[in-house]
């Protein structure tokens, strides 16, 4: 399958600093898209890169995306409290609409 | 800005029974989709939805699952007979196309609790 899977599983860091998620998938894909959840709650979409594209930036947020390696970072500058929250990487595969989720990491930020 | 809206928020059901999950896409959406994720697990797609017919299903679609698009607002997921493990978060999601360009904006979600 063309499953992204994410690491770290979980990262604590410290208010201002920066955290680091990264995510692998198998087969090609249009685009890949990064979520947003909260506990219990609904997923916020954050950005989507496609697959011609190699960097992105929204924010405090940057996705690279590196086809040849099959990979994607997420990266939160100047970290938050109100960032703690689950990250989900999740791909669209060339032949489909489906959108593929990772496993997700949970990035707590502690203040 | 415009946001994709579901009810109910919860929803409790006897094993057996027939649920409907509704869902409001955006508006000017023509993609819709169905997601569901079981209490600490990862997202997985249901179904997707466009020119009024399924363009994908996922094998967990089973012949169980079927999807509506009644009217011109309104995409419903209609489960026939519940089962323990359909207990689950629903979400629903609408994207103006697919393919490069294609962000799927998801709803809050119908949280499933089957009895």
């Known amino acids: 399958s063309q499953q992204g899977e994410e690491d770290p599983q979980a990262l604590s860091i410290q208010e201002g600093e920066n955290a680091t998620m990264n995510c692998s998938y198998k087969?090609?894909?249009?685009?890949l898209q990064w979520y947003r959840q909260n506990s219990g709650r609904g997923l916020v979409h954050l950005i989507l890169i496609r697959s011609n594209e190699r960097e992105k930036h929204s924010g405090r947020l940057r996705v690279t995306l590196d086809t040849s390696k099959k990979s994607s970072s997420l990266l939160i500058t100047a970290s938050r409290a109100a960032d703690t929250a689950s990250y989900f990487c999740?791909?669209?595969?060339?032949?489909?609409?489906?959108?593929?989720f990772g496993k997700g990491t949970t990035l707590s930020v502690s203040s | 800005e415009p946001e994709v809206t579901q009810t109910p928020s919860h929803q409790v059901t006897q094993m057996g029974q027939e649920v409907i999950l509704r869902c409001v896409p955006i508006s000017n959406h023509l993609y819709f989709y169905w997601y569901r994720q079981i209490l600490g697990q990862k997202v997985e797609f249901l179904v997707s939805?466009?020119?009024?017919?399924?363009?994908?299903k996922s094998e967990i679609f089973d012949d169980q699952f079927s999807v509506e698009r009644p009217d011109g607002s309104n995409f419903t997921l209609k489960i026939r007979s519940t089962k323990l493990e359909d207990s689950a978060m629903y979400f629903c999601?609408?994207?103006?196309?697919?393919?490069?360009?294609?962000?799927?904006?998801f709803g809050p979600g119908t949280r499933l609790t089957v009895l």
């Open positions: 939805f466009y020119n009024n017919e399924i363009s994908e």
């Open positions: 087969t090609s894909i249009n685009n």
């Open positions: 999740a791909t669209e595969g060339q032949a489909g609409t489906a959108l593929i």
């Open positions: 999601a609408s994207s103006l196309t697919s393919g490069r360009a294609g962000e799927q904006f």
